[in-house]
C-alpha cells in the first residue's frame, strides 16, 4: 500500500506515474515537524532496524550510520568523507524489529538524511524546499519478502524501468582520448584481432568539434557515417557522449538558436545565465521547458543519422567549472591577499578561494528555470537538471524511430529518469575498494527502478592494474551495463594492452554464454517491477548473518554472485543463506562445480577464477560464448543447475528480439522445465543437461 502526504507546494518532478490523492493527517511510522533549515521527518532507529535504498549513493547496502545528501554532484572522489555523488534517488526503505516501510521523499531539491549519525538512535530527514510530497510504502502483514514487495509497489508508482537493445548487454570499451577514426578502428581492431567479443566504442568528448554538442571533428573523422557502418559491419556500434553545456561560439548552430529561441539558462536579470565547462564559455540548456527538450532532443538525430546507436549524458548534475562571477569572487580575494600571506591561514584562503570555483552554491542559486508558469531558482530543483536532460534525449529518440530501442545513459539521475535510460556511476578510481562499493550500489539503484547500470570498469582516474581489472571485470561480467572506461593520461586499459589478456578474455567469454540468462533476468526485471539485483536481506530476512552480508548478492531469481575485490587475495569467504551450487568459472568453457550446504565456506580462487551460485532445485542457462551479442543465440543452452533425483525445475525465461521498443511479457516469456529424468522442455530450444547435477 503506498498513501501520499502533501507539505506546501510541490513542484512537479514527473517522477511518478500513478496520481494519488494527497491523504489527510500524517503518516504513522514518523514524526513531522519544522525546523529553520526545512521539513523534518523523524524516526527511531532501534539496534535491530536496516536502511536500505538511496540509490547511488557512498557507503554499505545498509545505510544505517551515516549522513547522506541529496544534491547531485560533480565529485571525482568517491571517498568514505562524501555524502553526494551525482544522482539522487530519494527512496528510503526499513527494516525493523517490529515493521517494515518504505519513503520516498518527491523533493527536487536538497535533502539531508542523518540515519544514526547525529544519534545512533534516530533517523532524522530534513527536507530544504518549500513544498513537497512523501510516499508511504507499507507492505502487506502477510507478506514474506515485505523489503521486495514494497520495491515492486513503489515501482509500480514510478513506472516501466528504461529496456536497452540486447546489445547493450555486450562488452563495451570506452576512454577519455579516442581523438580520431583511427583511434576507434585501432580499438575495433585490438579486441577483433585478439577474438576479445566487443559490442560498442563510446566516443568522448574528444570525437567533437572542440567540445561542441552534436558536431565531430570533420578533421579527425572525416566519414563518421562511414566509420560507424564499417565498426557495425564487424558488430561494433559507436557511443558518443552529449555534454549538457553548450559551447558560447557565434555562429555554431545550437548556441545560435539556442540564444535566438530563449532556450537557455537565465539569472535574474533576465540575462544568461553564463558558465564554463569543458568547451570552455557555456550555456546551459532548461531542460524543465519541453519546447527546449525537444529541440535538444531532435539534434540527437544528427549522430543518429551518422550511423550512432547509442548516448551518454555527462556534466548534467549540471557541472560547473566556474562562472565569470566566480572568478571575480576568487580574485577579489587574491587581491585583498596580495602582499599579505602572513597568517597560517592565507594560503589555504587562496587556494580555498580558487578550489570553491567549481560547483559553487553561489552559482546555482543565481539562475532559474521555467517550471510550468512559475520561475524557479535553480537549487530548489537542482537534483532535476540531469534527469531532464536524460528525457528530452528519449524524446529524441522517440521522435526520430519510436519503434527502435536505443541506448542511452546518463551520469545525473533522479526518479523518473529510470523510464528513459540507465547510468553510469561516474569518476570512480582505479582503487580495489571501488570494487566493493559498485557492488553495494547496483541493488540500491534497481530498487530506484534503474535496472541498467554499472561503474566504470578498472577504474576512470588513477591507473589500474591487471589484477585490478580482471577482479572488476569479473563484477562486470553480471552488471547490465559492462563498460571499460578510464581517464585521459592514465594508463592505457583496454584488454589487449595487458599481459593477462587471454584470462580477460576468458573472463569476458562467461559472460556472453550468461547474456540469454542475465538479458531474460533484466527484461523480467523491468516488466515485472522486480530486482535484478537484491541485497540477501530481501530474499532471506529470518536469516540474521545474510541480512548483514554487505559483499555477495542475489541476482534473478536464481543466483547470487560473491567476487574478489582484494589485491593478492588468493580466496574469499562466502556465506550461503541456503544450499548452493558453486560454479567457479575461468571462462565459459572452463568451469567446475560443486554443490555446497547452506553456512559458511572458505573458497580458494586463482585470479583468473571467479564464482556464481545457483540455488539448489534452480537451473540457469549458459550458451555458447561469441564476441560479439547478435551471435550468442538461445539455440543450444546448456543447463547448470543442482535438482534432486526425480525433482522437476522450472525457468521463466525470456527472449525477444531485442531491437523493438514494443516489449510484452506474455510474448515473451517461456517456460523452461526440467525433471531429472532426463526430459527437457523449452518449446524448440535444445537443451544439453549435462551442466545438471543430481
Ligand atoms: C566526466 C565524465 C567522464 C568523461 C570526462 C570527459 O568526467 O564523468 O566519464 O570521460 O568527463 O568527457
Known amino acids: 500500500m503506498i498513501r501520499r502526504y502533501t507539505y506546501g507546494t510541490p513542484l512537479p518532478t514527473d517522477a511518478v506515474v500513478k496520481q494519488l490523492n494527497t491523504e489527510p493527517g500524517a503518516p504513522d511510522c514518523l514524526t513531522v515537524s519544522k525546523s529553520t533549515d526545512g521539513t523534518v521527518l523523524s524516526f527511531p532507529l532501534p539496534e535491530e532496524a536496516m536502511l536500505f535504498g538511496l540509490g547511488e549513493q557512498l557507503h554499505g547496502i545498509n545505510k544505517r550510520g551515516h549522513l547522506y545528501r541529496s544534491w547531485n554532484s560533480d565529485d571525482p572522489q568517491h571517498t568514505e568523507s562524501k555524502s553526494s555523488l551525482y544522482a539522487s534517488h530519494n527512496l528510503l526503505l526499513y527494516a525493523g524489529p517490529e515493521r517494515s516501510f518504505g519513503l520516498f521523499v518527491d523533493d527536487p531539491g536538497e535533502v539531508i538524511w542523518d540515519l544514526g549519525y547525529t544519534r545512533m538512535d534516530a533517523a532524522v530527514i530534513t527536507v530544504a524546499g518549500g513544498g513537497f510530497d512523501l510516499y508511504v510504502i507499507t507492505p502487506?502483514?502477510?507478506?514474506?519478502?515485505?523489503?521486495?514487495?514494497?520495491?515492486?509497489?513503489?515501482?509500480?508508482?514510478?513506472?516501466?524501468?528504461?529496456?536497452?537493445?540486447?546489445?547493450?548487454?555486450?562488452?563495451l570499451q570506452s576512454r577519455w582520448g579516442y581523438a580520431s577514426e583511427e583511434d576507434?578502428?585501432?580499438?575495433?581492431?585490438?579486441?577483433?584481432?585478439?577474438?576479445?567479443?566487443?559490442?560498442?566504442?563510446?566516443?568522448?568528448?574528444?570525437?567533437?568539434?572542440?567540445?561542441?554538442?552534436?558536431?565531430?571533428?570533420?578533421?579527425?573523422?572525416?566519414?563518421?557515417?562511414?566509420?560507424?557502418?564499417?565498426?557495425?559491419?564487424?558488430?561494433?556500434?559507436?557511443?558518443?557522449?552529449?555534454?549538457?553545456?553548450?559551447?558560447?561560439?557565434?555562429?555554431?548552430?545550437?548556441?545560435?538558436?539556442?540564444?535566438?529561441?530563449?532556450?537557455?539558462?537565465?539569472?535574474?536579470?533576465?540575462?544568461?545565465?553564463?558558465?564554463?565547462?569543458?568547451?570552455g564559455e557555456s550555456r546551459l540548456p532548461d531542460f524543465f521547458r519541453p519546447e527546449v527538450r525537444a529541440w535538444f532532443g531532435e539534434k540527437y538525430h544528427r549522430l543518429l543519422d551518422a550511423g550512432a546507436e547509442g548516448f551518454w549524458n555527462d556534466m548534467n548534475e549540471p557541472a560547473l567549472f566556474y562562472t565569470p562571477e566566480g572568478l571575480r569572487r576568487a580574485y577579489e580575494t587574491a587581491d585583498a591577499l596580495r602582499g599579505a600571506l602572513t597568517e597560517y591561514d592565507s594560503s589555504f584562503k587562496l587556494s580555498g578561494a580558487f578550489n570553491a570555483l567549481a560547483n559553487n552554491p553561489e552559482d546555482y542559486r543565481s539562475f532559474y528555470h521555467t517550471v510550468g508558469d512559475r520561475t524557479v531558482r535553480h537549487d530548489r530543483v537542482h537534483n532535476l537538471y540531469g534527469a531532464l536532460m536524460t528525457k528530452a534525449a528519449a524524446e529524441g529518440f522517440a521522435a526520430y524511430r519510436a519503434e527502435k530501442r536505443y541506448l542511452l545513459f546518463s551520469r545525473s539521475s533522479y526518479i523518473g529518469a529510470h523510464r528513459c535510460g540507465g547510468i553510469w556511476m561516474g569518476d570512480n578510481c582505479s582503487w580495489w575498494s571501488h570494487i566493493l562499493l559498485h557492488l553495494k550500489m547496483l541493488p540500491s539503484l534497481n530498487m530506484a527502478g534503474f535496472l541498467y547500470c554499472g561503474a566504470d570498469l578498472g577504474g576512470f582516474t588513477a591507473n589500474t592494474t591487471e589484477d585490478l581489472l580482471e577482479r572488476w571485470l569479473q563484477l562486470g561480467v553480471f552488471t547490465p551495463l559492462m563498460r571499460n572506461h578510464s581517464a585521459q593520461h592514465t594508463r592505457e586499459q583496454e584488454i589487449y594492452r595487458f599481459s593477462i589478456w587471454e584470462m580477460m578474455r576468458g573472463t569476458l567469454s562467461v559472460r556472453y554464454a550468461l547474456i540469454p540468462y542475465l538479458y531474460s533476468e533484466l527484461m523480467l526485471s523491468a516488466l515485472t517491477d522486480g530486482l535484478y539485483f537484491r541485497p540477501l536481506a530481501f530474499d532471506f530476512p529470518e536469516d540474521r548473518t545474510a541480512c548483514h552480508v554487505e559483499d555477495?548478492?542475489?541476482?534473478?531469481?536464481?543466483?547470487?554472485i560473491a567476487p574478489v575485490y582484494e589485491q593478492n587475495a588468493v580466496g574469499r569467504h562466502v556465506y550461503l543463506p541456503c544450499d548452493m551450487l558453486m560454479v567457479r568459472f575461468r571462462t565459459a568453457e572452463d568451469y567446475d562445480m560443486e554443490p555446497m550446504a547452506q553456512g559458511h565456506h572458505?573458497?580458494?580462487?586463482?585470479?583468473?577464477?571467479?564464482?556464481?551460485?545457483?540455488?539448489?532445485?534452480?537451473?540457469?542457462?549458459?550458451?555458447?560464448?561469441?564476441?560479439?551479442?547478435?551471435?550468442?543465440?538461445?539455440?543450444?543452452?546448456?543447463?547448470?543447475?543442482?535438482?534432486?533425483?526425480?525433482?522437476?525445475?522450472?525457468?521463466?525465461?525470456?527472449?525477444?528480439?531485442?531491437?523493438?521498443?514494443?516489449?510484452?511479457?506474455?510474448?515473451?516469456?517461456?517456460?523452461?522445465?526440467?525433471?531429472?529424468?532426463?526430459?527437457?522442455?523449452?518449446?524448440?530450444?535444445?537443451?544439453?543437461?549435462?551442466?545438471?547435477?543430481?
Open 552 to 560: 555477495q548478492l542475489m541476482l534473478g531469481t536464481q543466483c547470487m
Open 602 to 694: 572458505w573458497i580458494e580462487l586463482k585470479l583468473n577464477e571467479f564464482l556464481l551460485f545457483i540455488k539448489r532445485g534452480c537451473f540457469i542457462p549458459l550458451a555458447r560464448p561469441a564476441e560479439y551479442t547478435e551471435a550468442v543465440t538461445t539455440e543450444r543452452l546448456r543447463l547448470l543447475g543442482w535438482l534432486n533425483p526425480g525433482e522437476k525445475s522450472t525457468l521463466r525465461f525470456y527472449e525477444d528480439d531485442g531491437v523493438t521498443t514494443q516489449v510484452s511479457l506474455r510474448e515473451g516469456v517461456r517456460d523452461i522445465a526440467v525433471d531429472t529424468g532426463g526430459a527437457v522442455q523449452c518449446d524448440g530450444s535444445v537443451c544439453d543437461t549435462a551442466g545438471l547435477v543430481r
Open 184 to 279: 576507434l578502428v585501432t580499438v575495433a581492431r585490438g579486441h577483433r584481432d585478439k577474438h576479445i567479443p566487443l559490442d560498442g566504442i563510446c566516443m568522448d568528448i574528444d570525437y567533437m568539434e572542440r567540445f561542441k554538442d552534436f558536431t565531430w571533428n570533420r578533421e579527425a573523422f572525416p566519414d563518421l557515417p562511414g566509420l560507424c557502418e564499417c565498426l557495425k559491419a564487424q558488430h561494433i556500434r559507436v557511443i558518443p557522449i552529449i555534454d549538457a553545456g553548450v559551447k558560447a561560439e557565434e555562429g555554431y548552430d545550437v548556441f545560435d538558436e539556442g540564444e535566438e529561441k530563449g532556450f537557455f539558462c537565465k539569472r535574474e536579470d533576465g540575462k544568461d545565465f553564463v558558465t564554463a565547462v569543458w568547451p
Open 140 to 171: 502487506e502483514e502477510n507478506e514474506d519478502r515485505q523489503l521486495t514487495a514494497m520495491c515492486r509497489e513503489f515501482r509500480g508508482l514510478i513506472g516501466r524501468s528504461y529496456v536497452p537493445p540486447r546489445w547493450a548487454m555486450g562488452y
